[in-house]
């Protein structure tokens, strides 16, 4: 039987006898637009046909006669009766359950997809080399290009507190180095809206922007170095980030994300030349966005949907949660999307506390109670230097649970005699409040206590208006899927115990890690990915906590602990 090579995925697909091409593809997942429903009506069911002087014209009234000179062919009028090689239109949409799972990518893995089948494709056999990008018609130049070299591309997570660089071999797929660091606009402000109102200047804007390019381009020379790349080798880069962030990078007025009705200005879901963003990779090198659902939901959220297919069958009901300055929420139940978001503000991330830091060397990353004693465990077993986010939440659950802090998360009032002796040693008072030390100079003060109380309270309550907006109970969900930095080194009781997921819902839990990362390496390693997203997040609904009339009520519910999670969990 024939058999058809698709591209741009590379696939080979053996044809049926009598099977038409459109009946073919759907057959492997890959759908190709088709109003009419294959009756040949539509006239937008068209692939290109490499060998298509024997294949039949497909005439059509919407299908232009030079376009069928050049290969075009309706894919719902064609039986293949000979190998064929297609190429398929820049719209098509791969089937999300054939999509392959993964929790994580680390350095030297290769990228989890069915193949490599990256945007770029180099062609070196000549004196001036060029590259084909993605679906551009043309060939361009690679001016700056050596024999040696290999084609590369960069995964960017461009958060509003963190920033993360991950440089993959767009040859092999493989995962060549990861670099992060603070993102430098935290010094004009730690939350969205600074952000916004100080970059709504022409002044303001280009100095935002200078700020974040440089701290890029300083992590794409570390991940350079430390796998013996040279920048010139970068040929594609995709970013997720929220859309504050992307407009600032790309010099773009961010005054309407902070206005009704909060209109995004870049375009996402497409490519721009380098020189948009000021980064330092080959200068006819490609930046792809990622599409973004909302003003508040950008495109690292749609990055990491895209990684747990889950979120994309109906047939499941899932919720998203990303815990970090800006916490969003994705909710699928049962076919019906839905997506939110809400100020939760940069405790989760270690930030915005008197003893927070970042998951780095030093910081204490878990908390756990062995009888009376307090058992601290910090990243790369140092000295402690402060606390990160799952060591926020660990400590917490803890201090709720030993009677340190109540429900209202008020501390005891000293000399707190309910409380275990050696944990009480631990208890000091700083300007006239408790406080628990948890070294010799990191103290976890009450105003503490109140910012993860901020902002737990804002990511449960809107957990909680998109489970109403959707009608979907707790005991609907078959997971929760939690994204963020510190995800797999949280515990999903002490997560419930918290109250930043429902109760009952702990067995329930999945950790993504840098899910946005992970999705921005797959859309490097295969264009597909770009493809299928830019599709399917036409579909998810956006629902406005702010103008639900129970969210300051559920917020206000879930700022406290509840009576009973001061007594859940054993010594752990």
Known sequence: MPRINVQPIDITIEAREGE??????LRRGINVESPCNGNGLCGSCGVWVT????????????????????GYRLT????????????????????????????????????????????????DDQATPEFIYDNFPETQALNIWEDDYEPKGLAIDLGTTT????LVSLK????????????????????VMTRIQHGSTQEGLHERAEAVRKGINELIHEVCVDSESKRQEILDVVIGGNTTMLQILAEIDPAPLGEIPFTVDIKTGISYPMKQFGIRINPAGRVYIAPVVHAFIGSDISAGLLIHSDFFDDTKSVLFVDVGTNGEIALNFLGRRLACSAAAGPAFEGMGLSCGMRASFGAIES????????LLSTVGNAPPRGICGSGIVDLVAILLRLGVIDHTGRY?????????????????EIEGQTAFMLGRDIAFTQRDVRQVQLAKGAV???????????????????????????????????????GIIPKGTKDRVEFAGNACRSGCVWMLTDISYRRFLETCIQDIEHVSVAQSPRFMELYAESMEFSESETELTPDN
């Open 20 to 25: 038409t091409l459109r009946d073919l593809l």
């Open 51 to 70: 060998e298509h002087e024997s294949v039949p014209y497909t005439p059509n009234e919407h299908v232009s006669e030079s376009d069928l000179e050049k």
């Open 76 to 123: 719902c009028m064609v039986v293949p009766d000979q190998d064929l090689t297609i190429k398929l239109p820049m719209n098509f949409v791969r089937d999300a359950k054939l999509f392959r799972e993964s929790q994580t990518i680390l350095e030297g893995e290769l990228a989890p997809t069915y193949r490599l089948v990256s945007a770029v494709k180099v062609l």
């Open 163 to 166: 920033i993360v660089v991950t």
């Open 172 to 191: 092999t797929g493989v995962v060549l180095a990861t670099a992060s660091r603070l993102n430098p606009q935290i010094k004009f402000g730690h939350d």
């Open 367 to 374: 908390v756990s109670a062995n009888g009376q004693n307090i």
């Open 412 to 428: 005891c009032s000293l000399p707190c005699g309910e409380v275990p002796g050696a944990v009480r040693s631990r208890l000091r």
């Open 460 to 498: 449960r309550a809107a957990i909680d208006v998109l489970m109403d907006e959707a009608g979907c109970r707790v005991e609907d969900l078959d997971s929760i899927i939690i994204a963020g930095g510190f995800g797999f080194y949280l515990d999903p009781v002490n997560l419930e115990n918290i």
